[in-house]
């Protein structure tokens, strides 16, 4: 039954692969049919059939049009031919540095009864697949400091057939044992009968000649005249491979079908157990990228063992899940990065390729790039990050003319402090318009002492102003009159927290404006790559941050820095939720909902009973960066 699959898969894969082949020759024959009427109009001519001035016209016209689209078609061709089409980045693994790993593919692609992979690579994804290296512009000469994955496997010869590359996630070497990482590659290693079929082979040459052929016309930096050209190299290629997509498509499905039910017969009992690894590998992946990486990177930090990583979050994820019992006997036994002969130094490789590609760091360390342990991530990423943050959050506040908390006890008046970000927050420190009120000049925020006024605040009296959106930039000066003359105190905090949001972004928007830029583009680096760098990130984990989530960081890092200085409290890794804060050793997993009502509804209450609770002392002094 499975010879069966395997040979209708098959089967089905070759017959697309035919029809994409077609449209080719279809193509093909509409470049020359111009050219084939001229031969016959010149022959007509010269045998005295067809004679007089319609016809001579006719054969010039012929003629000149045959000549045009020949050309036409030459440049057409010699591009797709010549398009360097788009490879995955990764990070090349040579058959030295993992040699137990290529034994083991081999032992499978003879188990399978089909071609072994050339080479093996890594990506920084939960994700395997091969992928085809076979074009001139992949060969050599290598690059200079970098490696080729399929150098020495044919790839010079550009008439010999190569098996493509195997890439594997790297995330699947370090969480995964070593059965049930061959259970994955299984069906993927299987990929390479049909790879092998040369029809198949010539279809996926053609599409992926059309797919780099579309590219070309959006390269910049080229002249007037060669973008014209371009363009209309782009718009036919596309208009071909609009024409072979859906056969392009079907013959992959084909192809995986049989891969898939080849690979049944090789531990398939242990692949439906492996397959729900890859699903919690991703979630821990994913988890680790965005709440621990994600920091580390937007401070100009990368962490160089992010694999190792995932195996902590993965395993700390299923001792909150009550699995860690059913995962103890999975975790004795060997893992598949002991296929590696330096699992250390291949994970930094994929660790700075993935914050190359997920938050569009440089490719090499600097000074404002610098690699970080797992050990140093609390003082290094976590303490860093609140004082930075702190310092930000009160910079805003100068600017904003927000004076200091009066009636501090501290030696130093004008020192930062918590008690001004509860201050400024809270509603308690502005009092209700009184009717009827006037439009005030002057700077948005008060900060003259709180007034007596009842907690049921009444409505405006009429006449009064009413309050208006704030502005999406503020700055000191911004004179918003809905600020100081709202319709009640639960208004005027809201509009002072959106205020204070606002500035915020526009300070952080004004910093990454003068760090990111060199980070991000290309010729911060010396080395060319075999894929697209300059739009980084290729894949951005997350959206920006609202005006909202920022302010609520910046006051969470102020309170994190006064429970340090003032409480003795530590900062903490936790590899689910990231940065995290220790009080006696203990998480304290209560504080965000605490900032949410201050922030949100201008409630101090919830937060100054925490701080009590806690024994943090927010009139003190914080120490900022």
Not at 51 to 70: I, N
Not at 343 to 371: K, M, N, Q, V, Y
């Amino acid at each position: 039954m499975t010879g069966i699959g395997v040979e209708a898969g098959a089967q089905a894969a070759r017959s697309r692969a035919l029809a994409v082949l077609r449209i080719r020759s279809r193509a093909l024959a509409v470049a020359l049919l111009p050219a084939a009427v001229a031969v016959v109009l010149l022959a007509g001519g010269s045998t005295g059939h067809l004679v007089g001035g319609v016809w001579d016209a006719a054969r010039l016209v012929m003629s000149v049009l045959g000549v045009l689209v020949l050309l036409a078609a030459g440049v057409i061709a010699l591009v797709v031919a010549r398009a360097r089409p788009a490879v995955s980045p990764t990070v090349a693994i040579a058959e030295e540095a993992a040699p137990d790993l290529y034994r083991m593919v081999r032992d499978l692609a003879d188990r399978l009864d089909v071609p072994a992979p050339s080479a093996i690579a890594l990506t920084p994804d939960c994700d395997s697949w091969l992928e085809d290296r076979t074009h001139p512009a992949h060969g050599p000469p290598p690059q200079e400091g970098r490696d080729d994955e399929i150098a020495g496997a044919g790839g010079s010869h550009r008439r010999v057939p190569a098996a493509p590359v195997l890439v594997i996630g790297s995330p699947f070497l370090w969480w995964m044992r070593v059965g049930e990482l061959r259970a994955v590659l299984a069906p993927v290693v299987a990929g390479t009968g049909p790879s092998a079929h040369p029809d198949i082979a010539a279809a996926r040459r053609f599409v992926r000649g059309l797919d780099a052929a579309v590219a070309v016309g959006s390269t910049p930096g080229r002249c007037p005249l060669t973008r014209v050209l371009c363009a209309g190299v782009s718009s036919v290629a596309r208009l071909m491979l609009r024409g072979c997509r859906e056969h392009a498509a079907l013959m992959e499905r084909g192809v995986a079908a049989a891969a898939a039910e080849r690979a049944q017969a090789v531990d398939y009992g242990l692949r439906i157990v492996a397959q729900e690894q890859v699903g919690l590998a991703y979630a821990g992946w994913d988890r680790l990228l965005t709440r621990v990486a994600l920091p580390a990177w937007r401070m100009g930090r990368w962490p160089s063992r992010l694999d190792a990583g995932v195996v902590a979050a993965l395993t700390e994820l299923s001792r909150r899940d009550r699995l860690a019992e059913g995962f103890a006997s999975r975790l004795g036994e060997r893992p598949a990065c002991d296929l590696l002969e330096e699992p250390g130094a291949i994970d930094e490789a994929a660790s700075l390729l993935a914050a190359r590609l997920f938050h569009g760091g440089p490719a090499e360390t600097g000074p404002d790039w610098a690699p970080v342990d797992w050990q140093e991530y609390p003082e290094e990423v976590v303490d860093r990050k609140w004082r930075l943050d702190a310092a930000r959050l009160h910079r805003v506040l100068d600017a904003q003319g927000v004076t200091h908390t009066p009636g501090s006890t501290a030696p130093d008046s004008h020192a930062p402090t918590l008690a001004r970000v509860l201050t400024h927050l809270s509603a308690s420190h502005h009092p209700a318009p009184e009717p009827p009120s006037t439009h005030q000049a002057g700077p948005v925020l008060d900060a003259s002492p709180p007034a007596a006024a009842p907690s049921n605040t009444p409505a405006a009296a009429d006449g009064e102003t009413l309050p208006q959106e704030p502005p999406a930039l503020a700055s000191a000066s911004a004179s918003d009159e809905s600020v100081t003359a709202g319709t009640g105190r639960h208004t005027t905090v809201e509009g002072e927290a959106e205020t204070l949001a606002a500035a915020l972004t526009a300070e952080l928007a004004r910093e990454e404006a003068t760090t990111s830029h060199p980070r991000s583009t290309p010729e911060t680096t010396s080395d060319a790559t075999l894929w697209d760098d300059t739009a980084l990130p290729l894949f951005p984990l997350q959206p920006p941050r609202t005006a909202r989530e920022l302010l609520t960081d910046h006051v969470t890092a102020m309170v994190c820095c006064a429970a340090i200085d003032t409480a003795g409290a530590t900062p903490g890794l936790d590899w689910l939720d990231g940065p995290s804060l220790l009080i006696n050793g203990e998480r304290a997993a209560d504080l965000t909902p605490r900032v949410l009502s201050l922030v949100e509804d201008g409630d101090p209450a919830p937060l100054r009973a925490w701080l009590v609770k806690s024994g943090i002392r927010p009139e003190k002094p914080v120490r900022l960066v």
